[in-house]
C-alpha cells in the first residue's frame, strides 16, 4: 500500500521518473512494515537500493522475510545500547484501508504532542517496552553500508524523533534531493533546521513535508504546472 498522500509517487514521478536503468538509493529511517503506508515500496518497484532502519524486531523480521536490507536500530543523536523502546500495539485499528499493528506512536519515548494524542486512545492500545541499539544514522551508514556515496531520497518518520535523527547525520555529506519527514504536528523547528542545511520546502503532504535540495527546488519550479498534471494523476 502506498504512502499516505501517494507522497512517495508523487516525489517519484516529479523529481526521479521511472528509468528502471538508473535506479536510485533510498534510506528510510522507520522503516516500519514494508507492505502498509510504506514510502519505500513503490522506489522498490523501480529497482531502487532501500536501505531500512527499524528498531521493531517484528518489522524487521517480515522485511528479511522478503529478502530486503533492513538494520534493527532506533536513530537518534546519540550511540547507546540497551535502551528502552515503547512498542504501541494499536490492536488493528483501521486506517486507510488497512489495519495499524504498531506504527504509531511506537518510539524512544511518546513525546509531548504524541503522548496528548495517545492518551485520546489510550485505552484501545497496548505499550510495551523492549531493549533497543540506538545509534547515529552516520554511525549505521558507517558500519553496515561503507559503499553508500550517495542518497538519493532520504525519509524519517520516528514518531516526532525527526529532528534528533537529522542531528546524528551528515547531510552535507550524502546530500540527498529529496528529504521526507514526518512532521505530524506542523512544528516550524523542523522547516528552520532544513532551511540551516540548505533546503527548501517543496509541499506538506500531510502528515510529511517534501523538502528538495536547492537545485532540485529550482527544477521543479521552473515546470510549475509538472505538480498539477502529476496529482490529478493521483486523484488530489
Request: glycine fraction near 6%.
Amino acid at each position: 500500500m502506498t504512502a499516505e498522500k501517494n507522497v512517495d509517487r508523487v516525489v517519484q514521478k516529479l523529481v526521479f521518473g521511472d528509468d528502471r536503468a538508473r535506479p536510485g538509493v533510498l534510506v528510510e529511517v522507520g522503516a516500519a512494515r514494508p507492505d502498509f503506508l510504506s514510502i519505500s515500496a513503490s522506489f522498490r518497484e523501480n529497482g531502487w537500493r532501500v536501505i531500512g532502519i527499524e528498531p521493531n524486531p517484528d518489522f524487521c523480521e517480515l522485511h528479511r522475510a522478503r529478502g530486503y536490507t533492513v538494520h534493527q536500530y532506533a536513530c537518534s543523536d546519540v550511540d547507546a545500547d540497551d535502551q528502552d523502546f515503547f512498542v504501541v500495539d494499536s490492536k488493528g485499528a483501521e486506517y486507510l484501508g488497512g489495519s495499524v499493528s504498531f506504527e504509531s506512536f511506537s518510539s524512544l519515548g511518546i513525546k509531548d504532542e504524541f503522548r496528548e494524542l495517545h492518551r485520546t486512545v489510550e485505552k484501545s492500545t497496548e505499550v510495551r517496552p523492549i531493549k533497543v541499539r540506538v545509534r547515529r544514522l552516520d554511525a549505521i551508514l558507517a558500519e553496515h553500508e561503507p559503499d553508500l556515496d550517495r542518497i538519493d531520497l532520504l525519509a524519517i518518520d520516528v514518531e516526532g524523533w525527526e529532528l534528533n535523527v537529522l542531528r546524528g547525520f551528515s547531510l552535507g555529506k550524502y546530500r540527498p534531493r529529496v528529504v521526507i519527514l514526518e512532521n505530524l504536528f506542523d512544528k516550524p523547528e523542523y522547516r528552520d533546521y532544513m532551511a540551516g542545511q540548505g533546503y527548501r520546502l517543496w509541499r506538506r503532504l500531510e502528515p510529511n513535508e517534501v523538502y528538495f535540495d536547492e537545485e532540485t527546488f529550482a527544477r521543479v519550479r521552473a515546470d510549475a504546472s509538472l505538480f498539477e498534471r502529476i496529482a490529478r494523476l493521483f486523484g488530489r
